[in-house]
């Protein structure tokens, strides 16, 4: 570990050989690129250390966006982003578009300021964009600089989404903004309110919250959280823009089953957006495209979405969706989150055995990940892998990597590897893997 810390700090550029206060014991080998910056005493800097690691789809000649994974504020949600770059559901999603992923990890003490790194005009801006020339470079893949943005936040990586759509608009392809947006209005004791341009109109948004922070819970730690997505909702629609909303029925400030939505969403946002060429402007959505939902947020009779030439509400208090299976989708999960999938999840692969320890590859389903692995054993049942009940996720369903209140694979880290605890010394055996998405439904 001490090799390991002194290589690390050298290798970023620090003053020092010391080991960072947040260390991160994931190691950052290829496909994985990691730097990190120590924190600046200069105005308008960031005043945090902060370290970025991206994953980049190993077949990937040329880059074609990057999917941003942001954690919220608060020590432990700020050390869950160090699992970010690491999680197979969202690598199914940005390795489909040609995307790299990247997961931050701002370094704030627990009772620190959030607002010096969430609002990202406070240095964390510059800090991320130096990242991605930085590791463009170490990676070897220099269009990472300049490539467009698909953007995810919880909480205060919420409001750092929501603020980098508005600052850079013409790099932002889609923004999912979980329990967090930033404000565009004056407000007391608030961060200065950005201004809503024509130009992030043109983006797709997606307000997305518990159903316990405020729309039908009223008392709870989290009940205000519903006023200020309401506002900045009607804001932006009220401008013309592309935003919708998203209440899980189930769950408060935690993440949810919000990740069967938020994929498909992106995946539509991202084949409808991003350009052939690299270089060439995002392309444009018009709002005649999409389907309309009314505003109705904690209802429980949800009224099913139109194609927007067919709605005949209230534009300014409606909710945009990109096409018909999201706004399925969207209609499943404001129910009930659980969101159907009937396709199967990839085959696993390159199964090795050495002596009586197994091991192999998959990657996750995009609409549904993936939650277990069946193994066989000369063609009969030998084993569910993790064991019933092992895959955790206290917040929505289990999931193979289990899952933090961050949305981010928990330490340490999940292994794809079983020993047959069964097999006789000396005896061949043939085994098969068949992975299992979260809907239940199994792979070839």
């Not at 704030?108 to 300021?113: G, L, V």
């Not at 220099?142 to 508005?166: D, F, R």
């Not at 205000?224 to 823009?241: H, I, Q, S, Y």
């Amino acid at each position: 570990m001490r090799c390991f810390a002194l290589f690390f700090v050298v290798l970023v550029g620090a003053v020092s050989a010391q080991e960072p206060p947040y260390v991160n014991s994931l190691p950052a080998e290829s496909p994985y690129y990691r730097v990190r910056y120590e924190a600046s005493a200069k105005d308008g800097e960031l005043v945090y250390p902060v370290s970025f690691t991206v994953w980049i789809p190993p077949a990937a000649k040329t880059l074609r966006g990057l999917v941003v994974h942001q954690h919220g504020c608060g020590e432990g949600s700020c050390k869950s982003g160090q699992t970010g770059a690491f999680d197979l559901h969202w690598q199914a999603l940005a390795k489909k578009h040609d995307c790299a992923l990247i997961s931050p990890v701002y370094e704030q003490p627990e009772k620190a300021n959030c607002q010096l790194w969430c609002d990202p005009r406070n240095g964390s801006d510059a800090a991320f964009q130096k990242s991605l020339t930085d590791l463009g470079a170490r990676s070897k893949h220099p269009e990472l600089a300049t490539v467009p943005w698909a953007l995810w936040g919880h909480s205060g990586g919420g409001h750092w989404a929501g603020g980098m759509t508005l600052l850079h608009p013409d790099r932002v392809v889609a923004a999912w903004l979980r329990s967090g947006v930033p404000p565009t209005a004056v407000a007391e004791g608030k961060p200065a309110p950005y201004t809503i341009s024509e130009a992030a109109c043109q983006v797709p948004v997606m307000v997305n919250l518990g159903t316990k922070e405020g729309v039908t819970d009223k008392e709870s730690r989290f009940a205000g959280v519903w006023p200020g997505n309401e506002a900045f909702f009607l804001a932006m629609r009220n401008k013309g823009a592309l935003v919708g909303v998203s209440v899980d029925p189930l769950s408060s400030h935690d993440c949810g089953n919000q990740r069967y939505l938020a994929m498909p969403w992106f995946d539509a946002c991202l084949t409808a957006r991003l350009p052939a060429n690299n270089g060439d402007p995002l392309k444009p959505i018009s709002a005649k495209d999409g389907w309309i939902a009314p505003l109705n947020a904690g209802d429980p009779n949800v009224i099913a979405p139109v194609a927007a030439a067919k709605f005949t509400g209230d534009l300014a208090k409606s909710i945009w969706l990109p096409n018909e299976p999201v706004a399925t989708a969207w209609a499943q999960y404001t129910k009930d989150s659980a969101v159907t999938d009937v396709t199967p999840p990839p085959t696993p692969t390159n199964v090795r055995i050495v002596g009586n320890i197994l091991t192999w590859s998959a990657e996750a389903d995009l609409e549904s990940g993936l939650a277990s692995f069946i193994i066989e054993r000369d063609g009969e049942f030998l084993a569910n892998f993790p064991e019933q009940g092992q895959a955790k996720n206290p917040f929505g369903r289990p999931i193979f990597q289990n899952l933090s209140y961050s949305d981010t694979p928990t330490q340490p880290l999940v292994e794809m590897k079983f020993t047959d605890t069964k097999a006789e010394a000396g005896k061949a055996y043939q085994y098969r893997i068949i992975a299992v998405n979260t809907t239940g439904v199994k792979s070839k």
